[in-house]
């Protein structure tokens, strides 16, 4: 303890990046052994899931977009590595291109959406996007007459599985001594993604076009008139978020091996909705933490909701996956209420909720709002 | 007391050699908002280098002809030229790059963010990294990042906003949010500053200050466009004044004329809400 007291910042920041970076790394392998394969799997989706939210950040966190449609993009990023990467239409092409055209087809597709909805705020974007992530669920459905494409509620099957170069990600491999089955070599090239997409957010967060962002969010009046382009900065936001989702859609398509249009679903859109929401909306952080508790505590209760009570009261009163969504629902209803900025809320809204006891005290507040 | 870079500084009217002696002209502007005329054939021109008064009574027009100018609404008659180009309808952020920057009667700062960074955004439009410059971060990104935030420190220093600057716009004192939105349009290079009512709510000491401060500005080579109901800023300050009253222009010249106006005081007067 002491030595740790004496260390400078630099050196606590650079220890516990190290012991972060270790934990990351083994943490397939320590998740193998406690708990099992499954759950690796498990923290496969999570990692994904944190690409579709942290995609989704950028649209409403940053630009103050409210899309609930937003699971279209991840639909159309999967369908896009489905298509060209497997026997339907008996096209195999590589992974390196798949994924990068089906990321380029949702930006596109994010583009698509964003134009007729540029002059729409608030409650009315929200409408509108929820009416477009429908119909790409339903063409998705129903393109399988006249002409099969997308065969239908069927879904894609035997899809290609991620090969960098002669590199399967479907096989176990022997490396360094160790062994890695497919779910861990998942793992850490969606950990690499994940990554990825964070190191962009940061970036992005942090410069002229993402203070242009929030500028909208915060009032686009005002931004117009300070000489932004509302319709390009948000149509952007819009290209960017839906880029992030096909990209996160072509790795789960690879992942699953299978596609179908019931994973893309307005709950879909919602839960990732909620985990931007939950985590702290604009702070990536937050959005990450959110990503993991939404992945991680359904799946937790629905292993351990049937055995507690089992052994609590010797029979199932409540079956666990109507338990997971009452529980889901309370915890939406209790952040909302506590914690209205998100669990781990960004900076400005921290500092906003700090600096306004102080301003409350000197009386100088103004409301924003009027 | 001079803050202002080189390039912001246009060395008053003389050394410039504009087209016209005329920043923004105004010709005929009609409005109607359903069966309210809220403009009626409003024409005035606006020299380079003045500071420019705006009055009326409550509703006579006011801000809505500043929307019209700073293109947040269309007109439905007539047309304007600043700066030698002619407008009929014009996007926000076109005429804010042309050189109008303005501020709002109710305070529109972008709240939930630093006063810094409102001052940053200002900057947006006479800048140019964008998303590969954003992620890259190359040398010429980072040159103009730092120039950004120098530059938006000197105009919270300028306008005399001194407080962190990582304070929240919102949680700023009313007085320095009338002054960080005046930076903020500033941040954007104008050759026009419009400004709705900038003094409303201040004391009479902040009032003072404020005045100095447009004195400087406009001492530093931008055009101000003012409305304002103090009429003691106004006669101060203004070169020339337009009245308008119901939509109409009643009234204009230099304050002290129009103040002796017999159509101005019928309106003040008659109206009873001055
Ligand atoms: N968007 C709008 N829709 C309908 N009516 C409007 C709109 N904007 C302004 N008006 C009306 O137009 C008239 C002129 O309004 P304006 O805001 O320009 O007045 P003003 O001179 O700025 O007054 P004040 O001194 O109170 O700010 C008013 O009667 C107002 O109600
Ligand atoms: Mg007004």
């Known amino acids: 303890m002491n030595m740790l007291a004496q260390m400078s910042r630099k050196h606590r920041a650079w220890l516990a990046f190290a012991a972060l970076a270790m934990l990351l790394l083994s943490l397939p392998f320590i998740t193998d052994a406690l708990l099992g394969r499954g759950w690796v799997r498990i923290l496969d989706f999570a990692l994904l899931y944190i690409v579709l939210a942290l995609g989704l950040n950028i649209v409403v966190g940053y630009a103050g977009l409210l899309d609930l449609g937003y699971i279209a993009f991840f639909a159309v990023g999967a369908y896009c590595y489905a298509l060209l990467g497997s026997p339907q239409f008996g096209l195999h092409l590589p992974f390196w291109i798949v994924l990068p055209a089906g990321a380029l087809l949702a930006g596109f597709f994010g583009v698509l959406l964003g134009a007729p909805t540029l002059k729409l705020r608030g409650d009315y974007l929200a409408i509108v996007t929820l009416g477009f992530g429908e119909i790409i669920r339903i063409f998705l459905n129903n393109l399988n007459a006249p002409l099969n494409i997308t065969n239908g509620p069927q879904g894609i099957s035997m899809i290609d599985p991620i090969r960098i170069g002669e590199f399967s990600l479907a096989s176990t491999h022997e490396l360094f001594g160790l062994t890695f089955p497919s779910v861990h070599l998942h793992y850490y090239l969606f950990l690499c993604i994940t990554l990825l997409v964070i190191f962009v957010s940061l970036r992005l967060e942090d410069s002229r076009i993402g203070r242009a962002w929030m500028a909208i969010r915060e009032d686009e009046v005002a931004a117009a008139a300070m000489g932004i382009n509302t319709r390009n900065i948000k149509l952007l936001a819009f290209a960017m978020g839906a880029t992030f989702g096909g990209a996160a859609g072509g790795l789960f398509a690879g992942f699953q091996g299978f596609v179908s249009p019931e994973s893309f679903g307005l709950t879909e859109s919602i839960m990732v909705l909620c985990m931007v929401v939950l985590g702290g909306m604009g702070n990536i952080g937050g959005v990450v933490f959110g990503g993991v508790l939404l992945v991680l505590l359904p799946e937790a209760l629905r292993h351990g909701a049937g055995p507690v009570q089992q052994a609590l009261f010797g029979k199932m009163f409540i079956d666990p996956e109507s338990l997971r969504m009452l529980l889901f629902g309370l915890a939406l209803i209790a952040v909302m209420l506590w914690r209205p900025a998100g669990l781990w809320p960004s900076r400005q809204r921290r500092r906003e909720l700090s600096a306004d006891d102080d301003a409350a005290q000197r009386g100088t507040v103004y409301d924003a709002a009027k | 007391m001079n803050f202002l870079p080189m390039t912001m500084r246009r060395n008053g009217v003389q050394c410039m050699t504009p087209p016209s002696e005329t920043l923004l002209e105004v010709s005929g502007i009609g409005k109607h908002f359903g069966g309210l005329a809220a403009l009626n054939d409003v024409s005035l021109h606006i020299l380079r280098g003045e500071i420019y008064g705006l009055?009326?009574?409550?509703?006579?027009?006011?801000?809505?002809?500043?929307?019209?100018?700073?293109?947040?609404?269309?007109?439905?008659?007539?047309?304007?030229?600043?700066?030698?180009?002619?407008?009929?309808?014009?996007?926000?952020?076109?005429?804010?790059?042309?050189?109008?920057?303005?501020?709002?009667?109710n305070i529109r700062l972008f709240a939930n963010m630093s006063a810094l960074e409102n001052v940053m955004v200002g900057r947006h439009v006479r800048t140019r990294c964008g998303i590969w410059g954003a992620l890259a971060r190359h040398a010429a990104a980072r040159a103009?990042?730092?120039a950004i935030i120098g530059r938006a420190r000197e105009l919270l220093r300028y306008v005399g906003v001194n407080r962190p600057p990582q304070t929240l716009a919102k949680n700023l004192s009313y007085g320095e949010q009338r002054r960080l939105e005046i930076a903020r349009a500033l941040a954007t290079d104008p050759k026009l500053l419009a400004l709705d009512e900038p003094a409303a709510g201040m004391n009479?000491?902040?009032?003072?200050?404020?005045?100095?401060?447009?004195?400087?500005?406009?001492?530093?080579?931008?055009?101000?466009?003012?409305?304002?109901?103090?009429?003691?800023?106004?006669?101060?300050?203004?070169?020339r004044v337009t009245v308008l009253d119901y939509g109409k222009k009643i009234a204009e010249g230099v304050p002290h004329e129009v103040r002796n106006n017999p159509a101005v005081i019928e309106a003040y007067l008659g109206g009873g809400s001055a």
Not at chain 2, 69 to 95: A, E, R, W
Not at chain 2, 209 to 237: F, N, P, Y
């Open chain 2, 204 to 239: 009479a000491t902040e009032t003072e200050s404020l005045k100095t401060l447009l004195q400087t500005i406009r001492a530093d080579g931008i055009t101000v466009l003012l409305i304002e109901h103090d009429v003691k800023l106004i006669m101060g300050l203004c070169d």
């Open chain 2, 55 to 105: 009055i009326g009574p409550n509703g006579a027009g006011k801000t809505t002809l500043f929307n019209i100018v700073t293109g947040l609404y269309q007109l439905d008659s007539g047309n304007f030229t600043f700066d030698g180009t002619g407008y009929v309808s014009c996007k926000p952020h076109l005429l804010a790059q042309a050189g109008i920057a303005r501020t709002f009667q």
């Open chain 2, 144 to 146: 103009e990042e730092r």
